[in-house]
């Protein structure tokens, strides 16, 4: 049974920060590509942050500058570190990842269950 376990989300004041991550557990024999997405109350999830194996990173336009994805092949773990948060930061973040099983013949993605993430002051 593959999961996807995220953790470091709580409540932080404006202008502060919080590392997020992501760990996929199971039997896994490769990663592709992975990253984060948000949603905040009433609103469309959004696509944070994403990350290939090799270590390319794309962003929103509304984190560029503030938020960096980062990964550890190794532990299949994929981090996000948040700088100078702001209210409009806050929402669920949830973390992806495109994963293929040792019986498997194709990527899919899977899904971390969601940590919130509150800015306020």
């Known amino acids: 049974q593959v999961q996807l376990v995220e953790s470091g989300g709580g409540l932080v004041q404006p202008g502060g920060s919080l590392r997020l991550s992501c760990a996929a557990s199971?039997?896994?024999?490769?990663?592709?590509?992975m990253g984060w997405y948000r949603q905040a109350p009433g609103k469309q999830r959004e696509l944070v942050a994403t990350?290939?194996?090799?270590?390319?990173?794309g962003y929103a336009d509304s984190v560029k500058g503030r938020f960096s994805i980062s990964r550890d092949n190794a532990k299949n773990t994929v981090y996000l570190q948040m700088n100078s948060l702001k209210p409009e930061d806050t929402a669920v973040y949830y973390c992806?990842?495109?994963?293929?099983?040792?019986?498997?013949?194709?990527?899919?993605?899977?899904w971390g269950q969601g940590t919130q993430v509150t800015v306020s002051s």
């Open positions: 990350i290939t194996s090799s270590g390319r990173t």
């Open positions: 992806t990842a495109d994963l293929l099983l040792p019986e498997g013949i194709m990527f899919l993605t899977y």
């Open positions: 199971g039997s896994i024999f490769s990663a592709n590509d």
